[in-house]
């Protein structure tokens, strides 16, 4: 029970924060009876998926033209029929991607064959890195939120579709904590893990990168910058130009919030990440800390696994950035559709808290907190990248990937814990600790 205990507990957790705590674990907690997809698993599945998802795209598309109209019927409730169940499954193993349903991506996994169709369409190659995998409900939680608040967003869903070609490639398995209650009763859940999305040319060279969860709109409008200018020659003067913009954007923004003038690099500065911050060793706590919306559904996870109260962190969200987020106009706002896949995934913590969607406590903390993330994103996190890509513009995109997870997100794959090695005396033996070798 020690999780559920420690959402009960004041501090440094207000009262008014419980319910979106509450919103965020239901998407990110599942009881380990029936609610996990055994579809990877059931060779028919496989199967049946198999036969279009080796068409590419148009097998997708001839896939949306039989069934899609049976799917659509029932496609909002939790406890659809086996059939439609089953066509689910079928369906997010020929996309690659947990509720497809939602909107119909095609997603590669094998990056010789994202090239070879990006080369032939003279479309940008969309990157996302990330723990776990996209079609398992279990891959990191800002993964999770892609697929709740992007991707089934349905202008960026054609936009992507008819815009760029999709890739996502597993940087490590998303850690997962299991509390076991006993007499079969368990709930699992991811507990640490970033993604990222990288915007590549046809080639293969970035373009760009948009680390962790953008709202809706703000995330649209960076895809749209690259598709009639996915062709770079000069990548150093294509990056300062990147930084360029955000330097005047930051500026737009701190005019617009009324706050004290101060450029975006002495406010990095003043944050101390400029300088040493990237170069530390920090725990699984401190990189949850990164990024808002996913550490709303960590943070208590970690405590509860550390049996202590969440330490201090080098990294917290500055008012700048609060500021900035709340006077975003227009405010953040989360579409109907992604609604839905919310209210599936959660119907009975909807049904509970949210009798009027208009005016929906989880729905309005949910768009503020995208809000904050992207604002965090754009001028804390990506301006790191941006300058490291300045400084190394020939760079291949694994070596960038692997500074990223290090140096960003501070989730190096040389520390095979990622932050969670136990510290403290447990009374169990060798801490609770099982290696393949023991």
Same mark, same amino acid.
């Given at each position: ?111 010789t064959q994202a090239q070879e169709a990006a080369k ?29 608040? +992007? ?14 070609? +999709? ?137 509860a696994f550390r049996d202590q109260a969440v330490p ?77 890509l300045i400084n190394h513009p020939d760079i291949s ?42």
């Amino acid at each position: 029970m020690k999780a559920f205990l420690f959402l009960s507990k004041k501090g440094p957790f207000k009262s008014k924060r419980l319910i979106f705590f509450s919103l965020l674990l239901a998407f990110s907690f599942f009881p380990a009876k029936g609610l996990f997809s055994e579809s990877k698993k059931d060779p028919s599945i496989l199967e049946e998926a198999l036969t279009f998802r080796e068409q590419g795209p148009e097998g997708l598309e001839a896939f949306k033209q039989k069934f899609g109209k049976l799917l659509s019927i029932e496609r909002d409730k939790p406890q659809a029929s086996a059939e439609v169940i089953r066509l689910r499954q079928v369906l997010d193993q020929i996309c690659q991607q947990k509720d497809c349903d939602y909107d119909y991506l095609y997603w590669y996994t094998d990056f010789t064959q994202a090239q070879e169709a990006a080369k032939k369409t003279h479309k940008p190659i969309l990157s996302l890195r990330l723990l776990g995998e996209l079609d398992e409900d279990l891959s990191c939680a800002n993964s999770r939120f892609f697929r709740l608040v +992007l991707y089934s967003y349905p202008e960026i869903a054609s936009y992507l579709r008819e815009n760029f070609i +999709l890739y996502w490639e597993s940087v490590r398995p998303a850690p997962k904590l299991t509390i076991d209650y006993g007499h079969g009763t368990k709930i699992i859940t991811t507990i640490t893990g970033n993604s990222i999305h990288y915007i590549l040319s046809p080639e293969g060279k970035i373009l760009d990168a948009l680390p962790g969860l953008y709202d809706p709109q703000t995330f649209l409008k960076k895809l749209k910058g690259y598709v009639v200018d996915s062709k770079v020659s000069n990548h150093k003067e294509h990056y300062s130009k990147l930084y360029q913009d955000l330097e005047k954007q930051w500026e737009l923004s701190i005019q617009k919030s009324g706050l004290p003038r101060i450029s975006l690099g002495a406010w990095l500065s003043s944050t101390g990440i400029s300088a040493d911050l990237f170069n530390q060793e920090m725990s699984a706590e401190e990189a949850a800390k990164l990024a808002i919306s996913k550490r709303m559904v960590e943070i208590p996870n970690l405590a509860a696994f550390r049996d202590q109260a969440v330490p201090p962190s080098p990294v917290s969200i500055d008012p700048y950035l609060v500021y900035l987020a709340l006077n975003q106009k227009p405010l953040v706002q989360l579409n109907p559709n992604s609604i839905q896949l919310l209210k599936r995934k959660s119907p009975q913590l909807f049904a509970n808290r949210c009798v009027d969607l208009k005016s929906c406590p989880l729905i309005e903390n949910l768009q503020k907190t995208l809000g904050e993330d992207t604002v965090q994103n754009d001028f804390l996190l990506r301006p790191q990248i941006i300058k490291y890509l300045i400084n190394h513009p020939d760079i291949s995109i694994k070596e960038l990937n692997d500074w990223v997870y290090a140096k960003v997100f501070l989730s190096s794959q040389e520390d095979p814990w990622m932050g969670l090695k136990p510290v403290n005396l447990t009374g169990v033996p060798n801490e609770g600790v099982i290696q393949p070798d023991q």
